[in-house]
């Protein structure tokens, strides 16, 4: 079977690449000339461990190629993936769907008889119906199929996500869509991952309702931690006493700054769009958006706070800047809130990411960039976490303290034991727990 992907961003490419490792031929299309010189080159564009390798194993076993050729490409597919992207329109929130439908519309001039044509796309309930309405309404006289097929990876372990999924999900319209993407699923299956055959609409709603849950699930236990804060708790205990609850689950429990990432914060906004447009708001959609938004503030705040009374003129030493580990992604990332607020009130900032510098330095102005977490901390008044990157576990706290001007960690991820930080003389700030004086 000959696979087409349509898009090379995260989902397409990493999608592709895995088809290809289970041995389908596919080619992977963008119209990015310089995206696929790159991809031509066996580098990706993007930071996924363990991606180059795959590329280039499948690339020399000719099982993977790369092309602009978008005609080409879809003529000798049996299925075309579209996975392209579905930014959020300004303003309202929505999902903008454009790149989709012109997609389509591309598609259905170039595809032979009986195409399966797969959206991969995160889309909004009802866009599968006009894809197919799209291409009907071009090629009338031809079959074809649609089906949609959402998927879950997570940057940082994409890979992984999609060689042993939890589940897959498939919507379809036909006998030939569904048996097209069983047969391309087949080597999940026999890992015995379920495979959940359903109609397009609720493949559709599927995607959105879990990363909807996902990120109230985050903002539920950041508001506990608030609790936890003022009354002398530590979230990290609740988050385990409630967690070991089956009905409950222990993932997704980490309190911090706040959801970001190219999923959570923008699923949310077109999740809660769609209800609104559809007379079923979506409240608790709703205020997971309003609380995770006002928390990245309330952290530059806290930050603010630790630098006492005048902050103008201090120095804060940022750690990680991306959304989160092993990714160099900084989309919506608490970050992009918090450096310039503190850049704002006039604090002097200097940060370092063991990856994200490329994609955040323009975003971020009048920040000052640091190649050694170390260098973060040298006469810095205080140190904030904003990343949990391993190497910042590690670090040697005492080191840190006498590179310091101050004696403030703010820890926005809870990386360190607070006895620990103390014991090196620091006072420590953290999420979910009482402040920590070095002299208390
Ligand atoms: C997410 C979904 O997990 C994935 O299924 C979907 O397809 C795309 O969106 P991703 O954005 O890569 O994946 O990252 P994820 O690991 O889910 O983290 C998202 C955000 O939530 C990050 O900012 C992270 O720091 C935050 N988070 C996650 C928490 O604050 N606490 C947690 O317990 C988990």
Known sequence: MR????????????????????????????????????????????????????IARNHEAGHLTFTTDFDAAVAEADVVFIAVGTPSRRGDGEADLSYVFEAARRIAHAMRPETVVVIKSTVVVGTCRKVHEIIEAERPDVPFSICSNPEFLREGSAIEDFMRPDRVIVGVEDERGEKALRQLYRPLYLRETPIVVTTLENAEITKYAANAFLAMKITFINEIANLCEKVGGDVQQVASGIGLDNRIGGKFLHAGPGYGGSCFPKDTNAFAATGRNNGAPQLLVEATIAVNDARKRDMADRILEALGPNPAGKTVGVLGIAFKPNTDDVRDAPSLVIVPRLVGAGVRVRAHDPEAREQAERLLPGMEWCDQPYEVTEGADAVAVLTEWNIYRGLDLKRMADKMAGDTVVDLRNIYRPEDVVEAGLNYISIGKKAYGADT
Do not use: N, R, W
Request: some cysteine.
């Open 3 to 54: 696979v087409t992907m349509i898009g090379t961003g995260y989902v397409g490419l990493v999608s592709g690449v895995c088809f290809s490792e289970f041995g389908f031929d596919v080619t992977c299309v963008d119209i990015d000339e310089a995206k696929i010189a790159k991809l031509k080159k066996l580098q990706s564009p993007i930071y996924e461990p363990g991606l180059d390798d795959l």
